[in-house]
């Protein structure tokens, strides 16, 4: 049974940056797809970016140029860069890693973007 556990979160200002990591409890080496996810109070979970088999990566457009996601294999750890936050961003973001033909999910961590 594989454990995510994010952290990073946090109050930050509009225009401000997070760097949310993910902390894999196995190897994260042989895992394709694996990414965050977000959800706003009131709205569904929706991908914010991920890689995939391809090896590609995915984006939401909102975040295209703001946003970066990248691993260390070496530490089982996903990072999700962000910049220039908006107060729209504001919710709980999750860290996924799709292994086996399971999907595993983190518990998730706060940001809330407010000035």
């Known amino acids: 049974q594989v454990q995510l556990m994010e952290s990073g979160g946090g109050l930050v200002q509009p225009g401000g940056s997070l760097r949310l990591s993910c902390a894999a409890s196995?190897?994260?080496?042989?895992?394709?797809?694996m990414g965050w996810y977000r959800q706003a109070p009131g709205k569904q979970r929706e991908l914010v970016a991920g890689?995939?088999?391809?090896?590609?990566?995915n984006y939401a457009d909102s975040v295209k140029g703001r946003f970066t996601i990248s691993r260390d294999n070496a530490k089982n750890t996903v990072y999700l860069q962000m910049n220039s936050l908006k107060p729209e961003e504001t919710a709980v973001y999750y860290c996924?890693?799709?292994?086996?033909?399971?999907?595993?999910w983190g518990q998730g961590t706060q940001v809330t973007v407010s000035s």
């Open positions: 196995e190897s994260i080496f042989s895992v394709n797809v």
């Open positions: 890689f995939t088999s391809g090896p590609n990566i």
């Open positions: 996924y890693a799709h292994i086996v033909l399971k999907t595993y």
